[in-house]
């Protein structure tokens, strides 16, 4: 497993932008597809985007499509969650991921071993 530590969240008002960071103290952090969840008070942990370990594929939630970007960069052992255009109902704990996608089942949470603490999105209306 790898240790990963989110940062970069916080209060913001509508319409604003933040961006997630996701750092890894392995090397390995290459060999790892990875993923954003989010948790929402009193509701389950739902998929927001993943990434192959090549950074070549993506894949996003409808509810984020055109408003998130993930993207990573292998040297520094670092994803991003770049979001734009943030809602009310972004407002969640946020969380990164790693394991190995199969199948093509991005979005599920059991594909990842490995999770970070999460970090906290507020977004004021």
């Known amino acids: 497993q790898v240790q990963l530590v989110e940062s970069g969240g916080g209060l913001v008002q509508a319409g604003a932008s933040l961006r997630l960071s996701c750092a890894a103290s392995?090397?390995?952090?290459?060999?790892?597809?990875l993923g954003w969840f989010r948790q929402a008070p009193g509701k389950e942990r739902t998929f927001v985007g993943a990434?192959?370990?090549?950074?070549?594929?993506?894949w996003y939630a409808d509810s984020v499509k055109g408003r998130f970007t993930i993207s990573r960069d292998n040297a520094k052992n670092t994803m991003y969650l770049q979001m734009n255009s943030l809602k009310p109902e972004d407002t969640a704990v946020y969380y990164c991921?790693?394991?190995?996608?199969?199948?093509?089942?991005?979005?599920?949470?059991?594909?990842?071993?490995?999770w970070g603490q999460g970090t906290q999105v507020t977004v004021s209306s």
């Open positions: 991921a790693a394991g190995t996608i199969y199948s093509g089942s991005y979005y599920d949470p059991g594909q990842f071993a490995s």
């Open positions: 990434i192959l370990r090549s950074g070549r594929r993506t």
């Open positions: 392995e090397r390995t952090f290459s060999l790892y597809d």
